[in-house]
């Protein structure tokens, strides 16, 4: 079982460049989310998704886009990347809500601004 | 004050001791409570979800204490495998089913 999938695994980009950055899950699991992870500062939620074709912002949605056009996929998009995006970017993905169902993550996207 | 506060760490302790940390959370009506483990530069993976009544799953006892908003997680017998960092995570109410607040991690190194 891979779970959840996430790609790329690092990636390197100049400030102003835009990227995608892909997660797909084989877990036909409805809720998907985007992460952050910053040193001392715990995984902040980006955005999440609740089902497919349906979107909704997290903590610090700002600079970032998403789409669920597929049940399997969450796409995570930089508009003009910073350096204050650098980061450690993680999805994962539950059945249901997490009051009730754990949330499975990928291992993580680490990517650096110049 | 922060949602959900943790002691960084790091706690060394030798392999076979018993330890304990604590996480408090600042919203007194969040109900759902969980421990994840962390590994260096790997993704968060759950340990255990955290009941009212306190709950066991092998070396691991994970206890809610509601009157001082506060869940701590108990490591008997430490393994050398037991070496991580472990995320408290909370879903305060206020922000609906669908997010978790997570702590900035305790990490935990059991020495040979």
């Known amino acids: 079982n891979a779970g959840v999938t996430q790609t790329p695994k690092f990636r390197v980009l100049k400030t102003g460049q835009s990227m995608t950055l892909l997660c797909a899950q084989d877990m036909n699991h409805e809720y998907m989310y985007w992460y952050r992870q910053d040193p001392g500062m715990g995984l902040r939620l980006i955005h999440y998704?609740?089902?497919?074709?349906?979107?909704a912002k997290g903590e610090v949605p700002d600079g970032y886009n998403v789409s669920r056009l597929k049940k399997q996929n969450f796409l995570l998009g930089l508009e003009s990347a910073a350096p204050s995006q650098t980061s450690v970017y993680f999805c994962?993905?539950?059945?249901?809500?997490?009051?009730?169902?754990?949330?499975?993550f990928g291992d993580g996207t680490r990517l650096s601004i110049l | 004050r922060k949602e959900v506060e943790q002691d960084p760490g790091p706690f060394n302790v030798p392999e076979g001791a018993t330890v304990a940390f604590n996480c408090t959370y600042s919203n007194s009506a969040s109900q759902s409570f969980f421990w994840y483990r962390q590994d260096c530069r790997k993704e968060p993976k759950l340990l255990m979800s955290?009941?009212?009544s306190g709950n066991e799953d092998g070396r691991f006892t994970a206890q809610l204490n509601r009157a001082s908003q506060y869940i701590s997680l108990l490591i008997r017998d430490s393994k050398l495998s037991d070496s991580a960092t472990y995320l408290c995570?909370?879903?305060?109410?206020?922000?609906?089913?669908?997010?978790?607040?997570f702590g900035t991690g305790t990490r935990l190194t059991i020495i040979p």
């Open positions: 995570v909370v879903n305060p109410p206020n922000f609906g089913n669908e997010k978790l607040t």
């Open positions: 955290v009941y009212s």
């Open positions: 994962a993905s539950s059945l249901g809500a997490f009051g009730n169902q754990p949330q499975h």
């Open positions: 998704s609740v089902g497919e074709g349906t979107t």
